[in-house]
Every structure is written in C-alpha cells, then in structure tokens.
C-alpha cells in the first residue's frame, strides 16, 4: 500500500500562486509516473499534470505556461506550483501515484 498526503490548498485571490505538496509512503518499491488531477464541483475528475520517474512531464493543455509539476524523488514528494490562479481554478486536487493510489485532496479555492 502507498500512502499519498496532500498539503498547501487553501483560498487564494485572482491572480495569486499556491504551491500544492504530495508526499507518498509506505510499499514504495520503485519511482513511478506521479500525477495531479482536479475535481471541480458538477465536473468530472480532469487530469493537470504529470511527470514520469525520468521527469518528463505533461499537462494539460488549458493550463500550460500557468502551472509546473516537479518532484524530489529522494523524499518520494510531487509539487504542483500554480501561478496566475482563476476562478475556475477552484477544485479540490489529488494526487496520484502510479495510476493506482490517491490521496484525499486538498481544496483550492480562488476568489474574484
């Protein structure tokens, strides 16, 4: 089992940066893709960004340019910095690790 804990959402105004932190434990045997989907409300889950165990990434095309996904394999962490917020940004994010393990979320909200 792996364990994934969310951290960094909160309320934020137009505009602002938030910097969402995933940290995974527990059976990690080996580095995997890592992932940040969103959910927003009456929406379906939507992938934002991925990176692989070699650090190659992938986002989401409405949000490129606004957010970066990173990771630091050494303490088994994934970072999604979100710059330029808006409104519609407003979801709760989860991580995922390996496509398999999520974590609860945490909620992002942005206000106008």
């Known amino acids: 089992q792996v364990q994934l804990v969310e951290s960094g959402g909160g309320l934020v105004q137009v505009g602002g940066s938030l910097r969402l932190s995933c940290a995974a434990s527990g059976s990690i045997f080996s580095l995997t893709t890592m992932a940040w989907y969103r959910q927003a409300p009456g929406h379906e889950r939507e992938l934002v960004a991925l990176i692989s165990s070699s650090g190659r990434t992938n986002y989401a095309n409405s949000l490129k340019g606004r957010f970066a996904i990173s990771r630091d394999n050494a303490n088994h962490t994934v970072y999604l910095q979100m710059n330029n917020l808006k409104p519609e940004d407003t979801a709760v994010y989860y991580c995922?690790?390996?496509?398999?393990?999520w974590g609860k979320g945490t909620l992002v909200t942005v206000s106008s």
């Open positions: 995922c690790y390996g496509y398999t393990y």
